[in-house]
């Protein structure tokens, strides 16, 4: 049932990620049929090893060991996310740029090129 339809969900999500066309570093658009692969143009872009398949892989044995725990044990890690989640939103909220410097400050955000 629920665990045949959540595999099905992954493995669809691997072939939709591993058929997406490369893009270049830090955004902008690749033609991705232009072009021979290879090559000094080739070297401009990022890529990662056993993308997608190595973190679709991870997720699963998360899943894994999440669905092996019992309903304390459940309890447990969902308080401890959930005081960590609040804790990371207050730290981000008190020591932001925009709340320590300022939002309108110029120079406070940069742009990368």
């Known amino acids: 049932g629920l665990a045949a339809a959540l595999g099905a969900g992954v493995v669809l999500v691997m072939v939709l990620l591993a058929r997406c066309p490369e893009a270049a570093t830090f955004g902008g658009e690749r033609d991705f049929f232009a072009g021979e692969e290879g090559g000094e143009e080739e070297s401009k872009y990022f890529k990662t090893p056993g993308m ?34 609040a804790w990371y939103l ?10 320590t410097q300022g939002w309108r400050r110029p120079g406070a955000f940069k742009t990368i090129t």
Do not use: H, T
């Open 52 to 85: 997608p398949y190595l973190p679709c892989l991870a997720i699963l044995m998360n899943y894994y060991l999440i669905a092996q725990l019992e309903p304390q044990g459940l309890f447990i890690l969902f308080l401890y996310l959930g005081l960590v989640w």
């Open 90 to 99: 207050m730290y981000g909220l008190k020591n932001s740029i925009g709340n």
